[in-house]
């Protein structure tokens, strides 16, 4: 595999293939595993993420790297291999998240600032003997009819930024996240302000890119969709997709090899749905493709509910998550091919 990050950032989206996000913090795993009865240990996590980096058809074919978390990076497979091997075996990128979360924002009620950049050049480097070729930061943008702020989609910009350099200079591919949030009440995040806010957030996020002096060529954005609040869902996957494409086509330069949407706030069909919208109707610049979290995992969660002889249902489950959201990204796909598999 070739160790220049522009090679890394095209492959990482490159074919239809997407990126798996197995980087749940170990609170985050606990409330996943609390919803199938299984305590979350780390025998019990790693049972669980070997399931699916063992599902031969869906790594293969369908997933181009995957965003793991510090323990798991370092962790092994029952027989011992490495996971990091795991990946690499199915011609996968292991990534990291290398952000320890977001945090209340001094001075604005409301809104979070991601933290972690102290010590960050030093952890990357371990990151990098360990394997890893990418690495995730996700900024967090609350939006009611107030928020955001300038200040905090600032703070958090410059954040994503400076993370951004430490990575290139570590020769790992930076994922930038800046997501605004799926959950403002209803009548304050229509699909008009979601557009509003998610172009303001990705014009102050490539400024402060620019004034860094990223390597546009060597990162992959990974947004949110232009859509309307989850607890007032209105508008159409075709609206979904017109307003998602306006908004990065202001605002995301061409240079960006590609952009793997998160799955926040959508149902899983919903982001296979939207995705497939977006590449089938639109002649766009960059390669697009899914980060896909919940979106991925969740039936396969649910099938393999922590038993060994349930591994195989589990994998299944996630090998046709996974193709799905592999057509969406060549836009393909149908509802009929979803009830078809």
């Known amino acids: ?19 798996l996000a197995a980087d749940e913090s170990t609170a985050t795993n606990k409330k996943r595993f609390d919803t199938i009865s299984l305590v979350s240990t780390e025998e ?30 370092f962790q092994k497979a029952a027989n011992g291999t ?30 979070t600032i991601t933290e972690g950049l102290d010590g960050l050049a030093d952890r990357l480097a371990k990151y990098y003997e ?7 930061w996700r900024g967090v943008i609350a939006i009611s009819d107030t928020l955001p702020t300038y200040g905090a989609v600032k703070a958090n910009a410059h954040a994503l930024a400076r993370y951004a350099a430490l990575c290139q ?15 403002g009440e209803p009548g304050t995040q229509d699909l008009d302000r979601s557009e509003e806010v998610t172009r303001w957030t990705l014009q102050i996020v490539f400024q402060e890119l620019a004034e860094a002096r990223i390597k546009l060529e060597g990162m992959i954005l990974k947004p949110s969709m232009v859509i309307d609040g989850k607890k007032a869902r209105k508008a159409s996957v075709e609206q979904v997709a017109e307003r998602t494409v306006k908004v990065l086509k202001e605002t995301v330069p061409s240079a960006v090899p590609g952009i793997a949407f998160l799955s926040g706030g959508q149902s899983t069909e919903e982001a296979t749905a939207h995705l497939s919208a977006i590449n089938s109707g639109y002649d766009l610049p960059w ?20 038993k060994p002889e349930n591994v195989a249902a589990g994998q299944r489950a996630f090998a046709h998550r996974a193709e799905m959201n592999y057509l969406a990204a060549k836009g393909s796909w149908t509802k009929d091919r979803e009830q078809a598999a």
């Open 130 to 136: 360990a394997g890893a070729r990418f690495a995730k």
């Open 82 to 111: 490495p996971f990091v091997d795991v990946i690499r075996a199915a011609d996968s990128i292991p990534g990291i998240k290398v952000d320890i979360g977001a945090k209340p924002l001094a001075g604005f009620p409301g809104e």
């Open 287 to 306: 390669q697009v493709t899914f980060s896909y979290g919940r979106a991925l995992q969740d039936s396969a969660l649910k099938a393999w509910g922590g």
């Open 169 to 183: 200079q570590a020769k790992i591919v930076p994922i930038v996240e800046p997501e605004v949030l799926m959950d």
């Open 44 to 73: 019990s996590r790693r049972d669980y993420r070997e399931m699916l980096f063992r599902s031969e058809d869906a790594m293969k074919k369908y997933i181009s790297g995957v965003i793991l978390y510090e323990e798991t990076l």
């Open 1 to 19: 595999m070739s160790e220049r990050i522009e090679d890394i950032a095209v492959k990482m989206v490159a074919g239809g293939k997407g990126l």
